[in-house]
């Protein structure tokens, strides 16, 4: 086993190299696409020859892997590029939006999580009983819906029949705290509803599979109140597979929110990732790709980190 | 108790696992509970407490714990009961206690979550009972987590966590079957202060007879459910009045007599100076300049305490872990170090048998497969006269072709280690390595299987390299002994040299440490220990 800075040091080393082969292989994908972007934005009644002058304007007549080791090298030293579409700075372009998605995660995130290690607690203490049937039928019934769906359901009832909050999520820089949660109380309900199912039931599993370890008939045995153990004894220790399934979850709500916004219209990364491959704006996808995939890498590395803190084994070594 | 019936869900129907026990218990006074796995002794020992095991039910019969009835208690009354007034022993103290939180943490949980005391009250308790179980730095060791501690040590703390509340009764569970003899005495030592200074009232369950006469006043045998005798721990000892108990009482004493006896020079393994690392070179090293030679047709046994290399001994002739320094002959060649680079006819000489056969066999192959694979994969032997082979083999263990079709699960653990033997003996080996083949049996059972290994080595001239950490089996089955400690031999020779006085001190240690069936052993042997070491008072003081 190694110790904790080495091991960072190793994840770090392989996210890197996943990054680079995700974005090869975004730009190969994008290659592939059929059309492209000089077409595109000239529309069908362009000449050949006004294609061909803007291809070589934006640097499209050379071959995919020069641009993309060009790109590869600009991006190192730090510059993204243009967006070949607006010309506008990248890292502006997807600054914005890059906040936007986080703040729609963060709020859902900050709800769902102790939502559903507290459900996933109270069902194991009351497993088999009614309590722990309904819980089980919603999560799984809200999970197994479509998330478009979901968020359909909820603007029908929450937006059209009572008019409680928003269908349409529009957020801006400027906005105070308030007015912000307001406008991504559907979005952020409905991302809720998707990822609670999930970590919850984790946590039920993890904790009735150690309801049967010795140290548990042992703490029952003590006489210790059942509520107490599930907090106590077993949920310390089943911590590590219920912190995998929720930065899983975590990282779903920044990288999995593309069909979320798109219904709320909701200015966020996954908007931008949909319109740019429509555009064949390649920079633009290849650098939100990247931040998705990032993101991934990062959160993993920190439920590792997570899950050896929680190990008391390797928290304090002999 | 009075007619306890117990039934516990098995092979999807409920079968009854305690059949009508009766159980007196007088206030102060120690019960042992003795029997194979299965009696229903760990059972009825828990149900004392008013609990019962998940998948089982008391059925039938009453528990009365100082005039309340526990079997119609409800849950909330029996809670408050457990902790405070019966307490409880496990077998496993490094499974028992909670891997998550530190040792006194788990002490003051419930003393204070019952109300007993406030939590400082409990730590200073703590610590006082820490120190007069003889735990090392007693007021900083409650700060550890139960893996920062030895298994000897853990199984001490686990019994001041018992004490702690003061209980009436206290049900120790195996306490110490999962140790070694020296660290057996310790807590052994530990349990019978206990009891006699907090005056409490005990059961203990053990599968040693030698062990329950250490500590128990009266004495019960139990077999399959059912009681077989009870009485006074003396005189059951001095005079057992049913067969099964002689039996218990004299387990171990038998050996097959040997045929054939190994020819002076005729040496079949050689370890010549092997060290053995975790790790690769520079990691841990566990073996250190080990030699030994082994002489065709006889039994080496490596004797030693849990962490003394014995198993990493066996892992490195196998080349499972190749050694860092030194070599393995076999026959006058010297094998490559890691079983990669031997060649299959290598690998069908040397083969092995180990501890648990629950795991060594795959749960979803049937007998005839595990034993049919070995017979394809060194002789290419398929289908008629491979089954014929099998059942051949089957023989041999003294099974019968019925067993043919039967998956593991539906074999008891001495046919499991049987099935192991025979698809050891199904490559025809020159040499088998047993790796503590018998410690997780039963003794009536594991006296089957030396006895079987015995008599196979008579038949085909078979050698040995018997790896266990009890001296008993190595009477019983040994030629020469090697006593290893902390991966260095520290004494190797024929049985009855090593075995006879004058010993090694080691070795001395360890033969003075198996528990003897005489009920003051082990006052007698604490008394020669101890010398002049003064006792630091009773318990009960340092509980007030």
Redesign the interface.
Known sequence: MDSLPVMVGKRLVFGVVTLIAISLMIAVGVELLPGDLAQAILGQSATPETVAAFRRELGLDLPWYTRYITWLGNFMTGDMGTSLANKREISELIGTRLGNTIFLAASAAIVAVPLAVFLGMMAALYRETLFDKMISMTTLSTISFPEFFVAYILIVLLSVQWSVFPSISNIAPDMPLGRKLYAVALPALTLILVVVAHMMRMTRAAIISLMMSPYIEMARLKGIKRSRIIIHHAFPNALSPVINVIVLNLAYLVVGVVVVEVVFVYPGLGQLLVDSVSKRDLPVVQASGLIFAGTYVLLNLTADVLSILANPRLRHPK | MQGLRIEGFQEERWQEIVKGVDVELDRGRVLGLIGESGAGKSTIG?AS?G?C??GCRITGGSITFDGLELTSSNDEN???????RI??V?Q?AA???????RLIAQYV??PV??GVMDMSQAESQGKRLYKRLDLPDPENIGN??P??VSGGQLQRAMVA?AMACKPDLIVFDEPTTALDVTTQIEVLAAIKDAIRELNTAAIYISHDLAVVAQVSDRIMVLRYGEMVEIGDARAMIAAPREDYTRALLSVRKVREDKVHHAEEGDTLLEVRDVSASYGGPGGVPVLEDITLDLTRCNTIAVVGESGSGKSTLARAITGLLPPTKGSIVFEGKELPPSFKQRDKEMLRRLQMIYQMPDVALNPRQTVQQVLGRPLSFYFGMEGKAQRERVVELLEQIELNARYLDRFPSELSGGEKQRVCIARALAAKPDMIICDEVTSALDQLVADGILRLLQRLQNELKVSYLFITHDLATVKAISDEIVVMLNGRVVEHGPRDVILSPPYHEYTELLLASVPEMDPDWLDNLLHTRAGARLREGPISEQLT
């Open positions: 828990i407490m609990f095991r998940p029996l809670r408050q009961l457990r902790g405070v307490s409880y496990a496993s499974a028992s206690f909670n891997p998550a939180h949980e419930a979550q019952h550890r987590y893996h920062q966590m």
